[in-house]
């Protein structure tokens, strides 16, 4: 095909095989992991509902992140609740300070706005995916009033 005024030749530049990798301080402190189990002062900085894989129920994604103490910054993007066992945010939910019904049973409302923001205690621990080590949440508290 002839060059004219209406195509554009796009020319890669092949010469310069690097690239520069920049790797924040934030970076790094949200990817460390914990020594020990560790009790960690916590709070949710992003919230979402999804499609669960089957398609058939919703999940709670939420991201959480240590807000204070040796571990400042430290994330995990992968707490999940799902709708069809409600039962296993009941430690959250009472971590977060919602008002439980008489029975002890939870009606609550998730959404951003009450969600985004919520502070307590998470158990921090150890444990692996795909035989990597990650970070994993096991327990959650509410925040001992001073």
């Not at 095909?1 to 970076?27: G, L, Q």
């Not at 993007?77 to 799902?82: E, L």
């Not at 977060?96 to 002890?104: A, I, S, T, V």
């Not at 990650?134 to 327990?139: C, E, H, M, P, T």
Request: proline share 7%; aromatic share 10%.
């Amino acid at each position: 095909m002839p060059i004219t005024k209406r195509h554009k030749v796009k020319v890669n530049n092949m010469a310069d095989d690097s690239i520069v990798w920049n790797i924040s301080e934030d970076d790094i402190s949200k990817n460390r992991l914990v020594d020990a189990p560790s009790w960690l002062p916590t709070e949710i900085t992003d919230f979402e509902i999804i499609d669960s894989k089957s398609g058939d129920s919703k999940n709670l994604h939420l991201t959480l992140r240590v807000f204070a103490g040796e571990y400042k910054g430290l994330e995990n993007p992968f707490i999940y609740f799902s709708e069809k066992v409600t039962v296993m945010s009941t430690p959250l939910m009472k971590a977060c300070g919602f008002p439980q019904n008489p029975n002890g049973s939870f009606s609550v409302k998730l959404s951003k706005g009450t969600m985004i923001g919520k502070k307590f205690l998470a158990h921090w621990v150890r444990g692996t995916y795909n035989n990597k080590p990650v970070n994993q949440i096991d327990d959650y508290a509410p925040i001992p009033s001073e």
